[in-house]
């Protein structure tokens, strides 16, 4: 059977698609997989304070009530409720810029609990990471319906909520490898902080990282925007150029054609010259 012209179009662009729904395949997990290490932070910043009730009520000198209060009322309760108000901005605005904003959050908080001095500040730092960790998982559910199509959706929410236990079972390695290299020393020494107890430089190391990658991925952001931006300023002025090109275009054919097949001008009459007679 011979191949037609259109038959050979037909085959190319079912190609052209197959490859374009491969590439976005390939975006759409390395997303999910953005997301899933994320969401192991998240909960290595979470589960880390289970490790550090020893040292935390020696040097705050708190009790088990308001360990308890630390460690699990302050963050579910903020994390719960402002999960509901930062799911619809994730309606609304930019849910990367979300993201980031909330990694910001959770992991200078997680820091700044390594230079609490008390209880109330402690509590207050504990709520701001359940604000920051909100963020996360309704922008990132949203991410992923977009990005997969109904057949795969299931798959990549399974893969996204293996961070939970990727991030429980770090922190409790991470933790214990970490405070078995502090452990054997009473403070450090840190250039600007000063004197740290091993604590302290357990919650320095654990929240740190995560501003240092929100930067990152906010700088990211930044920059994909301003390359979006300028290439729409240049479509647009492509556009105008365009119009301008296509309208003077027009006017000199119009000149051209009025005055090649309009009617020309009348020419001023020559006076009349005197007849003479003939002799």
């Not at 997301?35 to 932070?41: D, E, P, R, S, V």
């Not at 509590?123 to 977009?146: F, N």
Request: aromatic share 10%; net charge neutral; glycine share 10%.
């Amino acid at each position: 059977m011979p191949v037609t012209k259109s038959t050979e179009a037909t085959t190319a662009a079912a190609q052209t698609t197959a490859d374009s729904t491969a590439h976005s395949l390939r975006y759409a997990w390395y997303v999910v997989g953005v997301l899933t290490l994320l969401y192991a932070f998240s909960f290595i910043d979470r589960q880390i304070f289970s490790l550090l009730v020893s040292p935390l009520r020696r040097d705050l000198h708190i009790g088990d009530a308001k360990m308890s209060l630390l460690i699990g009322f302050s963050f579910a309760l903020f994390y719960t409720f402002f999960g509901i108000p930062l799911g619809r901005l994730a309606d609304i605005y930019s849910r990367r810029l979300i993201i980031a904003a909330g990694l910001v959050l959770w992991s200078g908080f997680t820091a700044s609990c390594g230079l609490a001095q008390s209880f109330e500040i402690m509590l207050l730092l504990r709520m701001g990471v359940g604000v920051g960790e909100a963020a996360l998982s309704p922008a990132a559910y949203s991410l992923i319906t977009d990005y997969f199509p109904r057949e795969r959706l299931a798959t990549a929410l399974s893969v996204y909520s293996m961070g939970i236990y990727i991030g429980s079972g770090l922190a409790f390695i991470l933790g214990g490898l970490v405070m078995r290299f502090v452990s054997g020393q009473d403070t450090f020494d840190l250039p600007v902080v000063g004197a740290t107890r091993p604590w302290q430089l357990i919650f320095f190391l654990v929240g740190l990282p995560g501003v240092l990658v929100s930067l990152l991925l906010g700088a990211v952001i930044v920059i994909v925007g301003l390359q979006l931006r300028s290439r729409i300023e240049h479509v647009q002025n492509t556009i105008v150029g365009a119009l301008l090109l296509a309208t003077g275009v027009a006017f000199a054919a119009y000149e051209l054609l009025g005055r090649g097949h309009g009617h020309p001008h009348p020419h001023p009459a020559s006076p009349p010259q005197p007849q003479t007679q003939e002799q």
